[in-house]
């Protein structure tokens, strides 16, 4: 069946703001269910021959993230200094695409852990944080990562690691060839007792669902996929919701507005079309996947009379408690060929160090995986220590290449509420738009974790064997594409923006589902999170929807 | 053009053998055009005519570039053509930073002149006194874009004008193929497979 095509009267079921990992579930979720959905995406249509081996456009010229002169950014650490406009690179990135970030993301698919969901009534309060429980529990997400690893494909190998949560369903693809740097991991790691296992990843091993296997050409991390190989809601879900005939997923259209009426409700959204024409469009309940980062910046967009603060957002926590999971590595060279460019980023992974353990001193915890970083222009600018940063010293680190690996480790971020997205009040995009300003500082526990994971790292590596191990700069963050908790979920419409079943608190018929949902970090690795979060949410919003309780 | 063929024949394997002739039947198209362009990127480009840079400019580009990745045994900076690279992303797709270059650029020549490290311009000193001329700079914004330039230059496509012949993928042991099959390194050919842990944890 052909994608339907609303005309510009017709009120849609659901309007869904944004295609990538959240909103291509969403959107064949509800239309799966009967539903018609017209799904808004502010970035263009590509298609697999759209995606190119160049690292220079793809890292180093934004071509798949936002354009810094068009869609500007503005950073600052804490609320009393003056934010600055962010160039080259934004701060918060993601893939302004059909299938969003899920084009270009790594595709590392954990799944949560129990503890991720109670740490808070485990652990005890975090003061000055607003670290707290998940109003919903493991088993009940369960099903829906299940249905993540089946339906968008995940490739891993079930019962691998002894810390695992529970699970319903093996994996339904084997886990993708090891690489010399997940061989080189698993026999450090092993030799210290811990326990490395094969990383789940959303990338096919084996043709699956009418996709072909990864054919390991390297260009993965920040890169589409030529191949279609990898789980991209471009190439999983979207063609999917298009298929049942009741959903259109319109490109170049640019949500800033969503428009309530005097009963409190969403009437529809508008936007700016591929000409920057403004538009209206009417709908009976819309649906926000816009990431964590637009979708806070959109409801404060949408303030009103009645909404001053923008919608909502009575908890005023609209835009905080970003969250964006720590990111450390180590630097390893060895004696042999390891030629870390070839195939995926990742296929070993350790969680021996998932819970946090009050013994170090701090809270926090995580994983870490075997990888090289983006490609050889990144590591070359970006690996080497300071001392050995030109000249002959670097050139014979350029030489090294080939023998390289990174261990790359993954932590938690804690909840401040002074972390936040909100609008920039000087600065506009090419829209007129407010930029997004940043405001964000690590806590102190987080760097720690970070720090302690990379300490790990060093020990693994030298148990492989290697023959130079170095540690890569820990600093404070001041970006990230995991972009988390700016409308948290929760029972308290006083503490949380969405309900447990990502209905708002304040606005029947508007529901939010992305990386702002999340209520704390996890170790890394949301994408897997995100997805589960949204199956779980179209089931429920279409039960909503079906038995007129919208 | 060896190496493009060679690639080319090893993606269809991977793309053929996995789904079969009726799924590369549809996406032939598709994974042509990407094959297409990566056999066109990777050609480079043949004249070394400055499009931005003035001959002096570009002999102090080209004498810093040679210093962060310098020449030897193995070719360096210099023979990668990244003086090309830097001059040609000027007028394409880093123009809208090149004021800023350009005004980096004129105070390092400045800065040199009046810096009494040598007569004449920065390219005309010797190895080690450009290197100690360097080393008391190398925390400058200049520096640091003049890395930056140059690791690109020997490591991006050589459609951006640098890493002529493939020189800087040489380098670091990087093949520019569509696909591959394990084993990847020396350290996963025969590999005995994942080990199961014992159940040690309830």
Known sequence: MNARAFGPDETVDFVVVGSGAAGGVMARELAQAGFEVLVLEQGSRFTAADFKHDELDTWFNNALLNNPETSPQTFRRTAQDKALRVRDFPSLWYARMVG???????????RFHEVDFKERSLLGAIPGTSFADWPIDYAELEPYYTKVEWEVGVSGLAGASPFDPPRSKPYPMPPLPVKSSGVLLERGARKLGLHPFPAPMAIASVPYRGRPAC??????IGFGCEMQAKSSTLYTMIPEAEATGRCEVRSDSYVFRVETNERDRVTGV???DRDRRERFQKAKAVVLCANGAETARLLLMSANAKFPDGLANSSGLVGRNLMFNTYAEVHAVFEHELNEYKSVQVTRIVHDFYDSDPQRGFYGGGGFDARIGPNPIAWSLFAPPPDRAWGAEFKSLLEAMPRAMVVATHGTSLPLETNRVDLDPELKDAWGLPAMRVTYRDHPDDLAMAGFLQDR????MQAAGAQQVWKGRLTEASGSPHLLGTCRMGNDPQTSVVDRHHRTHDIRNL????????????RGQPTMTIQALAFRAGDHIARFAQRGEI | MDNNNTSRRQFLRAAGGTLGAAWLG????????????AHAAAAGRTDHHFRVLTPGQARDVEAIAAQIVPSGDTPGAREAGVVYFIDQVQAGVYASAAPEFLAGLAAFQGDFAKSGAGPGQFADLGGSGQRSYLKGIETTPFFGTMRFLTVLG????PSYGGNEGKAGWKLVGFVDQHAWEPPFGHYDRGYPGFEPYAKERG
């Open chain 2, 154 to 157: 020997l490591l991006a496509l």
């Open chain 1, 100 to 110: 969003g970030s899920s084009n270009h993301f790594t595709g590392n698919f954990w």
């Open chain 1, 511 to 522: 529901f939010i589902c992305d990386g702002s949902s999340f209520v704390t970090s996890g």
């Open chain 1, 457 to 460: 790292g060093v020990e693994v």
């Open chain 2, 26 to 37: 549809t996406h032939w198209p598709d994974l042509a055009a990407a094959a297409e362009h």
């Open chain 1, 215 to 220: 054919a390991h050409c390297g260009f993965c």
């Open chain 1, 270 to 272: 508008s936007y700016f």
